[in-house]
């Protein structure tokens, strides 16, 4: 089977403005739509200079889904970018606000941090994260991609700093309203470029029926944006659809389950984080540092890794194709103690890559939603569906150790015998 992506139908159109417009959209809803160029989203992503290298940020670095039988899967990659979840993100934070009746200037926050949230993510994306957590955290670090201009523009438009890191930080109603168009957009993105649309022949894939299954009969999940309510009030929001809640916490359980910590993909992960390890250091004595990885494009670091490796066919395109077709195997164990005795077994015939744990993630059964005339959280609501996701969020976790044999003519190989000289 291959999967050749979705390149053109997924994808911002920066780069074929008509008179200074662009189109965005949130899969499997109604929000698809040009926005002019004299409307504030236009405006902002110009006044801060949105355009640029988060469009060579993939929105899932060297993530594949993970069917299964996955050695007979060849994968090329998802299309989907920093940039084009950035824009969405502020769109439909937008779109919240003014279905919720916010004034213009509230409108304007949610407009500019849903543009600058993920502002200062790394090139490799969580791989690099992972190196550093603390000085890689783009919420702690948004503002070193704004310029003198982008400030200008900030301070024309009366928003002030301070207000922008609390929301995108999730403090606040707005930060709340962030959050959550954060959550809708990257995990409607996520799926589209995963399961394909509705007319798209991916999603006939078997290895996709555990995703497919609840999609088919929810096309329209995406505008679960319409049932986001405000309570100024209480400083909350809440959902006032609690079926469409449901399905949409399922599929985002579902896409934790068998992409975003899948053991394979999060091998593979911990793997690049080895190789960027040694070339990072905070005070820019290295090829990597805090600073450089903000600045850089995907393409930029793996480059790095190419000369620092001393790999001859080592290019950023060839080294991501390999990797992302790369299955590290794993064993699953119930501590830490129980992985490292189990890494002293398998290292007795296989390289080991080094120890993961999976804590799980978090499933959203704490959401507020309607029931009964009643302001609820979820799981209250909808006890059995809360189960559910409950017993795929505990399937995701464990103590893993990775491992794999560096034998044989695969490319791949030779890179880890560069990488881990035996």
């Known amino acids: 089977m291959t999967h050749e992506g979705l390149q053109g139908d997924f994808r911002h159109l920066s780069d074929e403005f008509e008179d200074g417009d662009f189109k965005e959209f949130l899969p499997f809803s109604d929000l ?15 006044g801060v200079k949105i355009w640029g290298r988060l469009g060579n940020i993939r929105a899932l670095s060297f993530l594949s889904y993970v069917g299964p ?3 007979k899967l060849y994968f090329t990659g998802y299309s989907h970018d920093r940039l084009d979840h950035s824009l969405v993100v502020a769109m439909t934070a937008e779109e919240i606000g003014k279905r919720n009746n916010l ?11 849903g543009l600058l949230h993920d502002s200062a993510m790394p090139a490799l994306g969580d791989a690099a994260k992972s190196v550093d957590p603390e000085n890689l955290n783009e919420e702690d670090h948004w503002l070193e991609a704004v310029d003198d201009e982008g400030l200008g523009f900030l ?11 609390d929301i995108i930080k999730n403090r606040g109603l707005k930060g709340k309203i962030i959050d959550k168009s954060d959550r809708i957009v990257y995990t409607m993105k996520d799926l589209a470029n995963v399961i394909g649309l509705p007319s798209s022949k991916i999603n006939v894939s078997p290895y996709l029926i555990e ?19 405000i309570d100024p009030k209480k400083d909350e929001i809440f959902f006032s659809d609690p079926n469409r809640l449901g399905v949409f916490l399922l599929l985002r359980a579902l896409m934790h389950k068998n992409l975003y910590m899948e053991p394979t993909s999060q091998g593979r992960d911990l793997f690049i984080a080895s190789l960027i390890k040694p070339l990072y ?16 494009t995907d393409m930029d670091a ?5 000369v620092n490796y001393k790999f001859p066919r080592l290019s950023g395109d060839w080294l991501y194709t390999n990797l992302t077709n790369w299955h590290p195997r794993y064993a699953r164990c119930e501590s830490r103690q129980e992985a490292e005795e189990k890494a002293k077994e398998i290292g007795e015939h296989s390289l080991i890559l080094g120890i993961k744990e999976c804590r799980g993630f978090e499933t959203g059964k704490e959401y507020l939603t309607v029931h009964r005339n009643q302001v609820v959280p979820f799981w209250e609501a909808d006890p059995g569906m809360s189960h559910q996701i409950d017993g795929i969020e505990n399937d995701t976790k464990g103590v893993f150790v990775y491992y ?19």
């Open 32 to 46: 698809n739509r040009w926005v002019e160029e004299n409307e504030f989203l236009s405006k902002a992503a110009r």
């Open 69 to 71: 039988d996955p050695e």
């Open 103 to 113: 004034d213009e200037v509230s409108l304007k926050y949610l407009v500019v941090s």
């Open 155 to 165: 301070e024309k438009e009366g928003l002030e700093i301070s207000i922008i890191a």
């Open 211 to 229: 995703i497919r299954y609840p999609l088919s009969h929810h096309t329209d999940i995406g505008n679960i944006y319409k049932d986001v309510i």
């Open 281 to 296: 250091s905070i005070d820019g004595s290295k090829p990597f540092s805090p600073q450089t990885l903000r600045k850089m």
């Open 302 to 306: 793996l480059g790095v890794l190419a």
């Open 404 to 422: 794999t044999d560096i034998n044989g003519d695969a490319p791949i190989n030779e890179l880890l015998r560069t990488v881990y000289p035996v």
